[in-house]
């Protein structure tokens, strides 16, 4: 994967892998998620970061969104056959035809999760990232399972999720 994105100098990355970060929720959230997920969008891309998730409608629309008004790269991966189906703000749709079955390429594409709001779609995304041993930051969403790392605000998440790529890296 480094021979894609070597020629991107100013986009933050280990091993000349970029700083893939997963956001999942759900297709319907709250206003109070939609403002958290716009805000974490703005502030992966701020760091050059790129976001992948399920590229419909809610959370993933609003990450998407946030992104996008920074300037930001946006992956999402679509449970349609049609890229159409990806909500105005995806930078590159991926349709899938696989359904629910798509959530296990956004986690293993991801080298870090934040969970917002979500249900049990969030929920088995959560459980696919504790098991291929990711760090999953949950901000109003699953957080009494075990492995998770609950935080409070968007922020939060996005500064935790950098850190462990810095200290990690490609592990």
């Known amino acids: 994967m480094s021979s894609l994105?070597?020629?991107?100098?100013?986009?933050?990355?280990?091993?000349?892998?970029?700083?893939?970060?997963?956001?999942?929720?759900?297709?319907?959230?709250?206003?109070?998620?939609?403002?958290?997920?716009?805000?974490?969008?703005?502030?992966?891309?701020?760091?050059?970061?790129?976001?992948?998730?399920g590229g419909l409608g809610g959370v993933m629309e609003a990450v998407c969104k946030g992104a996008s008004e920074e300037g930001g790269l946006t992956i999402g991966i679509l449970p349609g056959?049609?890229?159409?189906?990806?909500?105005?703000?995806?930078?590159?749709?991926?349709?899938?035809?696989?359904?629910?079955?798509?959530?296990?390429?956004?986690?293993r594409t991801a080298r870090s999760v934040i969970a917002i709001g979500g249900k049990y779609g969030t929920l088995s995304e959560i459980a696919y990232a504790l098991q291929l041993g990711l760090p999953v930051f949950t901000l109003n969403s699953w957080n009494v399972i075990p492995g998770v790392i609950p935080v409070t605000t968007p922020e939060e998440a996005v500064d935790r999720a950098f850190a462990w790529h810095l200290q990690h890296g490609d592990e």
């Open 81 to 107: 056959a049609r890229i159409e189906e990806a909500n105005p703000y995806v930078s590159i749709p991926i349709a899938t035809g696989m359904g629910i079955g798509r959530n296990i390429i956004i986690v």
């Open 5 to 53: 994105f070597q020629g991107h100098p100013e986009m933050p990355n280990f091993n000349g892998s970029p700083f893939i970060i997963g956001v999942i929720g759900g297709s319907i959230c709250s206003d109070e998620d939609r403002t958290a997920a716009e805000t974490v969008g703005r502030l992966i891309a701020k760091r050059k970061g790129l976001i992948i998730c």
